[in-house]
């Protein structure tokens, strides 16, 4: 069993920068597939981006590649959203997950545990 708890979200203007936290308990967690994903009020929750359990592959949406970083540090059984040069359209509910190693890290279905999301809004 793996819980999952994100912190970090705020109010940020245009252009501003966030780092999202999510701080994993349960043993496994280093087995886990690591991932972010957002969602908009009335759209459906997309795909942010992933990170093996290693760290050795990371997995971006083209939106967001070369703003947002993913990174995890075992030790601390916590994975990081680095987020840089924020835009209004970033704005939604970002949500932390794990999964196994089977299934795609591009999709919601395979993800076994979620959080409860942290609230990310970029406005001016």
């Known amino acids: 069993q793996v819980q999952l708890v994100e912190s970090g979200g705020g109010l940020v203007q245009p252009g501003g920068s966030l780092r999202l936290s999510c701080a994993a308990s349960g043993r496994t967690f280093r087995r886990y597939t690591m991932g972010w994903f957002r969602q908009a009020p009335g759209k459906e929750r997309d795909f942010v981006a992933a990170?093996?359990?290693?760290?050795?592959?990371?997995y971006y949406t083209d939106s967001v590649k070369g703003r947002f970083t993913i990174s995890r540090d075992i030790a601390k059984n916590t994975v990081y959203l680095q987020m840089q040069s924020l835009k209004p359209e970033d704005t939604a509910l970002y949500y932390c997950?794990?999964?196994?190693?089977?299934?795609?890290?591009?999709?919601?279905?395979?993800?076994?545990?979620w959080g409860q999301g942290t609230q990310v809004t970029v406005s001016s």
């Open positions: 997950a794990a999964k196994d190693a089977s299934g795609s890290p591009w999709y919601a279905g395979p993800y076994d545990y």
């Open positions: 990170i093996t359990w290693n760290g050795g592959l990371t």
